[in-house]
């Protein structure tokens, strides 16, 4: 116990053990829901070096692991060795630096074999909401001006600039029959089939149950709908 204890306080793998430390709190507050274990993947990119197809934070941790304890077990070998000082500080480098290297190859194999486990998920966009059913928010809509109330698939919720290619009567025109009839004025519900990217606002025509494409129908199977 003695001699683990001195080959962990003992140059290198003091070095990886403080790293370790913070590994290890970073685990326990992703345990705790304080954390995601996706926190980094927007910082660092880890592709180039071999280690991308999985969340940052799992290549880093194992890489980690490994080499921590590749160094304990160079350390340990070291203090066994009849050597000198100057020797044995410079072997230390070496342990530091082979172990770094055996971790990131043992790493790599990992990530090679379960890289299929973490599928990469497109970043959210607003065409996702393009075949989505909106209720529109304003007065009426216009070709100029307009907005409306969208659910995304996790079930929030945003307002989202429309317009429309056809005239349609606003609200404070209508009455009775007439005005629940009426698709593009407050409170009625429209149909999102195309997104402007240079003008950042949706294409909305009035909603019938029988243009509905459901939850898995895509865009580009929208009767007439483009992306913009």
């Known amino acids: 116990m003695g001699e683990f204890l001195s080959a ?14 913070v ?18 993947d927007a910082d660092l990119d880890t592709g180039p070096v071999g280690l991308g197809g999985v969340p940052v934070s799992v290549s880093v941790s194992l890489l980690i692991v490994f080499a921590w304890f590749g160094s304990v077990s160079g350390t340990v070998l070291l203090h066994r060795s009849d050597i000198g000082s100057t020797t044995r500080a410079v072997l230390a480098v070496a342990v530091l630096a ?7 190859a043992a790493v790599r194999l990992l ?4 890289r299929r486990y973490f599928p990469a998920e497109p ?27 969208v659910v995304s698939h996790d079930g929030s919720t945003a307002i ?3 317009r429309t290619a056809g005239p349609f009567p606003s609200a404070s025109r209508l009455s009775g029959r007439a005005a629940e009839e009426a698709p ?7 149909l999102l089939y195309a997104y402007d990217e240079d003008g950042e606002f949706f294409w909305v025509s009035p909603y019938d149950a029988a243009l509905d494409p459901g939850p898995n129908t895509r865009p580009h199977e929208l009767p007439g709908g483009t992306t913009g």
Do not use: M, N, Y
């Not at 590994?23 to 980094?40: E, T, Y």
């Not at 593009?184 to 429209?190: A, C, D, N, R, T």
């Open 8 to 21: 962990t306080l003992g140059f290198p793998a003091v070095v990886l053990g403080a790293a370790l430390v």
């Open 23 to 40: 590994v290890v709190c970073f685990w326990l507050l992703v345990l705790a829901g304080a954390a995601g274990h996706d926190s980094f």
């Open 98 to 104: 082979g172990s770094l290297c055996l971790a990131w």
């Open 111 to 114: 990530v090679h074999r379960f």
């Open 123 to 149: 970043p959210p966009s607003r065409l996702d909401f393009v075949g989505s059913v909106c209720t529109i928010r304003t007065g009426s809509v216009t070709a100029t001006f307009g907005q409306a109330e």
């Open 160 to 162: 989202v600039q429309v």
């Open 184 to 190: 593009l004025v407050k409170g009625g519900s429209g």
